[in-house]
Structure formats: C-alpha cells, structure tokens
C-alpha cells in the first residue's frame, strides 16, 4: 500500500496523509480462531479447502459483466483475492482477470492452502485503516484476533467484503446493512458444517458489542477535521473505495484555501 496525499486548492501544498504508516501486525495461522477461518471461507469462497485457487465461471462472469458495462466484478477465490493485493492492481479488466488466474494457479502450485489463508488474513484491508486480522480485532473490538469469538469473527468476515458498506460505525444503514450479512455468514458457516445450527441461531440473534474506540488520525483540531470531511465525500460520491484511499497512492486535491481556513480558525479563537 501506499500513502495518498490530501493537498490544498492550489495542488502543491499538502493538507495532510492518509495513514502513512499502515496499521498492520502479522501473526501465524495458529493464532487466528478456528472461527475466523471458518468464518472467512464460509463468507468469501466456500470451495477454498479444495479448488484449485481459481473460479473459472467466476472469471467468465466478470468478464461477461465488464464488457456489458454492468457493476465492477472483483476476484472471487481467496486465492485471486490474495494474488490481487499482492501483485496486481484494482483495475478492473480482462487482461487484469487473466494475470490474476495465471498468477493465481502458480501460488496454488507453490503454496499450501494454509499459507494462502494466512497470508491473505495478514494483508485483507478491514477498514478503520486495518489490513490483516490483528489490526482489525483491535480497531473493532479492542483485543487480540486470538480473543476472537463466533459473533466478532462473522462480523469481520462481513466487513473485509465492503468495509466502508458494512462498518457500523458508519452510520444507521451501514448497521442494517451488516446485520443482513452478518446473518449470511452465519448461515453459510451451518451449511458447510462448521458450527452447529444451535450455535447459529444463538450468534445470530444480535452482533457483538463494539467498544468506543478512538479513531486512527494523523492530526488533530481543524485539519484532521477537513481530512475527515475529503475521505467522506470521496467515499459517498464513489469516486474510491476505503482501502484506495487509505493506502491506493492517490493524490487528492481540494478546493480549501489555508488562508481562508486560517481566518476563521482565527476569528473562532478571537470570539470564543
């Protein structure tokens, strides 16, 4: 990943970063609960443990959907996912869809199963400026992924698909919006037999509880607050997602002018 610079209206000074320094600590497999993988193959690629690392309908799929115009298709197999953060970019094309199954059946070849999901855990992007499991148990829920249960683990398995959609902290809609796949993970982890249905119906009645946890920001007081204010119109026009801005090396430029920022800064002070 790489750091995206915010600059003023003229294009050359710079207002802030968005997380220069990635919020990312690696651990082992054996230090993610059973339920995080579980949950994570139930949510994102259901034949994981036994394909070959690529989805060949899915990638006809996307190509299908591309050239028609239609909303983006994005990888689908764990392994695709994982060969995309890697070594690929996010553009969405047929030549991109192509390296990533040709690179995707290499890893598959070199690999063990259980390297690509732990390699894949230490570097999917959960928001909150999160990449890999143990950053993002504590930006959601204040502990270490090995303290993960059942409910915390199918709440990450949802938000890694959708981070800025799913986040709870993002308003209202965005709660709703993960309960209903929240629910699906839960479901998809019955189906395949990882838990129990009476382990299902018990998590599935209510999400965990997510402790206030401060929010990462580079800067206080007024920049960080115009910082806040960019990522959420970015986000709400569509014009990147959550894990392009954070670490995408985007070059952003805004119409704020630090002399008229500057003013009222200084004209709050005075009346106060």
Not at 2 to 9: A, D, H, L, M, P
Not at 68 to 97: C, F, H, M, P
Not at 125 to 151: K, M, T, V, W
Not at 191 to 210: G, H, N, W
Request: proline share 4%; aromatic share 8%.
């Amino acid at each position: 990943a790489q750091t995206t610079f915010v600059y003023y209206r003229d294009g050359e000074r710079q207002l802030g970063t968005y997380y220069e320094d990635q919020n990312r600590v690696s651990i082992p497999l054996r230090e993610m609960p059973e339920t995080m993988q579980d949950a994570v193959v139930a949510a994102e690629n259901q034949t994981f443990w036994t394909d070959k690392g690529i989805d060949p309908k899915g990638i006809v799929r996307a190509l299908f959907s591309n050239a028609r115009g239609n909303d983006r298709q994005g990888a689908s197999t764990i392994t695709q996912q994982y060969v995309k953060i890697l070594y690929l970019t996010s553009e969405q094309s047929y030549k991109r869809k192509i390296r990533e199954a040709i690179v995707s059946l290499k890893i598959q070849q070199q690999l063990s199963k259980e390297q690509v999901l732990e390699g894949y855990l230490n570097t999917i992007y959960f928001g909150r400026g999160a990449y890999g499991i143990e950053a993002a148990s504590e930006a959601y829920f204040d502990h270490p992924a090995s303290e993960l249960n059942l409910r915390e683990s199918a709440v990450l398995a949802t938000v890694l698909n959708n981070p800025s959609r799913y986040d709870p902290a993002n308003g209202k809609e965005a709660k709703e919006d993960l309960k209903g796949r929240y629910a699906y993970v839960l479901d998809s982890m019955a189906e395949m037999e990882t838990i129990t249905p009476e382990q299902r119906d018990k998590a599935i009645k209510k999400l965990p509880k997510f402790p206030k946890i401060a929010a990462q920001s580079q800067f206080g007081g007024q920049r960080g607050h115009m910082l806040a204010l960019v990522k959420q119109e970015i986000l709400a026009r569509g014009i990147a997602d959550e894990d392009e801005v954070d670490g995408g090396g985007l070059r952003i430029t805004t119409t704020f002018d630090p002399q008229v920022m500057a003013d009222v800064e200084e004209a709050v002070i005075e009346q106060r």
